[in-house]
C-alpha cells in the first residue's frame, strides 16, 4: 500500500500541490488526470522520494518515507519501476541491453549471460515482443519503444507500476493495446499501479478508481461511472475538452 496524507509542495511562488490526501491498494489500477502543469509528475515523483514534500506524509508498506536516509531509500525505489513518458530508452544500447539494464547496472554481470537474456526474452514476450533483442531504438516504431520500456520496467518483477502518460503520441490501435498490456500486467503480477494519463478512453479502459487533480487538490475520486454523473465544474469542462481532442 501507498497512503499519502495532506502533501504539499510549492516551486518559489507557485503552489503545485495543496493538500493531497490519496491511498493506492495493491491489485489495484489507479488513473490520476488533470491538465497539463496541474502536477501531476509532481506527484508521481513524491512516491518515489524525487521531490520532498513541503508539508504532509509519503507512506510506503506503512514506512514514512518523507525523512527517510538516502540508503533506506534507495532500498525502497528497488520496489517501484516507473515508465517515463518517452520510454527513455539508451539510443546507444541495443534492446537487451536497455532491457538488462535495472539488473546489471552497478554489477560485474553482462546482459549476454545465459540467465540474463533468457529473461530478456521472457518480459519481452510478456509485451508482445520477440527477435528484437539486438536492434536499436531508432529501429522501432513509437508503439515498441513503448513496449520495449515496459519490458525494462517489469524485468525485476517490482511491486509498485508507475506510468507517465503511456499513450501519448501513439495511434489509437497502438494505445489499446499498451492498455491492454498495462491490464495484464496489473492482474498476472498482482501489482499496484498508478498511472497519469489526459487519454480519457485509456482512462476509462484500465481504472479501478480515477482520481481528478486540480488547483493543487484532488476534486474528484470513484469509477467511470461516478465520473461521468459528477456535477464539479473543472472535472466536467476536462472531460469535454479531452472528448472533443480525442
Avoid at 500500500?1 to 516551486?11: C, P, Y
Avoid at 507557485?14 to 493531497?20: A, D, Q, R
Avoid at 539508451?90 to 540474463?116: C, H, M, Q, R
Avoid at 461521468?228 to 473543472?234: E, P
Wanted: charged share 30%.
Amino acid at each position: 500500500m501507498i497512503k499519502v496524507e495532506n502533501l504539499h509542495k510549492s516551486f518559489g511562488k507557485n503552489k503545485v500541490l495543496n493538500g493531497i490526501d490519496l491511498t493506492f491498494e495493491k491489485g489495484k489500477i489507479t488513473t490520476i488526470i488533470g491538465q497539463s502543469g496541474s502536477g501531476k509528475s509532481v506527484f508521481l515523483k513524491h512516491l518515489v522520494g524525487l521531490f520532498k514534500p513541503d508539508m504532509g506524509r509519503v507512506y510506503v508498506d506503512n514506512q514514512d518515507i518523507t525523512d527517510i536516509e538516502e540508503e533506506k531509500m534507495k532500498k525502497i525505489r528497488e520496489k517501484f519501476s516507473y515508465l517515463f513518458q518517452g520510454g527513455a530508452l539508451f539510443d546507444s544500447l541495443n534492446i537487451l541491453e536497455n532491457v538488462a539494464f535495472p539488473v546489471v547496472w552497478g554489477t560485474k554481470k553482462n546482459p549476454e549471460d545465459y540467465d540474463i537474456k533468457e529473461k530478456v526474452k521472457e518480459v519481452l514476450a510478456r509485451v508482445g515482443l520477440k527477435n528484437i533483442e539486438y536492434k536499436k531504438p531508432s529501429e522501432l516504431s513509437g508503439g515498441m519503444k513503448k513496449r520495449v520500456a515496459l519490458a525494462r520496467a517489469i524485468i525485476k518483477e517490482p511491486e509498485y507500476i508507475l506510468y507517465d502518460e503511456p499513450t501519448t503520441g501513439l495511434d489509437p490501435v497502438m494505445s489499446a493495446t499498451i492498455d491492454d498490456i498495462i491490464l495484464k500486467l496489473n492482474r498476472d503480477l498482482n501489482i499496484l499501479t498508478i498511472v497519469v494519463s489526459h487519454d480519457m478512453q485509456s482512462v476509462y479502459k484500465i481504472s479501478d478508481t480515477i482520481c481528478m487533480l486540480y488547483g493543487g487538490k484532488i476534486v474528484f475520486e470513484g469509477t467511470e461511472s461516478q465520473i461521468k454523473k459528477c456535477k464539479d465544474k473543472h472535472v466536467n469542462n476536462f472531460i469535454n475538452r479531452m472528448s472533443i481532442n480525442s
